[in-house]
């Protein structure tokens, strides 16, 4: 018996890309306030993080309406701070958050045969997981 059910991960999805949304947003703020030299090359790839995770939530608003659900225009609000070092954690806090989920969120997907859905977390999984290795490596983890 699979943990949960289609309707269910619908509505799990929706909370994820509403995520995707609030990443999407926070990265693009994130990237436009970063001050000096030494955040210059993470900058560049905050501009980047920003596009991949709306690629995300297409990706997601299509797999929702292609599983009978209606794709979410409600987010969280983003996280910001004045200090940089704080900006780079709060987004590693949420792409922690985001591998954590879309680790669950794939187990489901497979409990359900859903391989076109699983197929497609895991490639958003192993994007967050690049965002994830860039942030440690500009905060000196």
Same mark, same amino acid.
């Given at each position: ?32 306030? &970063?001050? +000096? ?14 596009? !991949? %995770? #709306? ?36 987004? &590693?806090? +949420? ?14 997907? !497979? %409990? #359900? ?29």
């Amino acid at each position: 018996m699979p943990s949960v059910t289609k309707e269910q991960l619908v509505e799990l999805l929706n909370k994820d890309l509403g995520l995707e949304y609030t990443a999407c947003v926070q990265y693009t703020q994130h990237q436009g306030v &970063l001050k +000096g030299a030494m955040y210059q090359s993470i900058q560049k790839e905050l501009i980047i993080h920003a596009q !991949e %995770e #709306l690629a995300h939530a297409t990706i997601l608003a299509a797999q929702i309406d292609y599983l009978g659900g209606v794709p979410t225009v409600i987010m969280p609000v983003p996280k910001a701070s004045p200090d940089n070092l704080e900006m780079l954690k709060l987004d &590693l806090d +949420g792409e922690n958050d985001a591998i954590a989920r879309y680790i669950v969120r794939l187990q489901q997907a !497979e %409990e #359900l045969n859903l391989y076109h859905l699983s197929q497609q977390i895991r490639n958003i999984l192993a994007v967050e997981q690049e965002h994830a290795m860039d942030l440690e490596q500009a905060l000196g983890k």
